[in-house]
């Protein structure tokens, strides 16, 4: 009976050592638990800030992109009200400061030959 009884005191004595090393072990994770929590509520927090710096982003794309469209738009006009023919006449004017036209040489050379005579 005595050796009963000490067999159960250390199997009670193991008991408590486990249900302790339980507890503890319990607590640690309740711990890295909260802390994973509060990351998590953290890592919310900023993504939700994310997504308002991002649709802000994009709000002020759409902006731009919208004044971008208007002044394509007035350009447009302005360049059409702009007189052809006169445009047509600096093309003529810029290829004349290219080339030497061939009736102006005509004509130059024939003064210079008449000079000459």
Not at 79 to 106: C, I, V, W
């Amino acid at each position: 009976m005595l050796n009963e009884l000490e067999t159960l005191s250390q199997n009670i004595g193991r008991l408590i050592q486990i249900n302790q090393r339980h507890h503890e072990a319990r607590l640690a994770l309740e711990e890295q638990l909260a802390q994973l929590r509060a990351q998590c509520d953290a890592t919310r927090a900023e993504l939700e800030q994310v997504r308002e710096e991002r649709n802000a982003l994009q709000a002020e794309r759409d902006a731009l992109s919208a004044k971008i469209d208007d002044a394509q738009v007035r350009l447009n006009a302005i360049l059409e009200k702009l007189p052809r023919a006169r445009a047509s006449n600096e093309r003529e004017n810029q290829l004349d400061l290219l080339e030497p036209s061939p009736s102006n040489d005509d004509d130059s050379n024939a003064a210079r030959h008449g000079e000459n005579a």
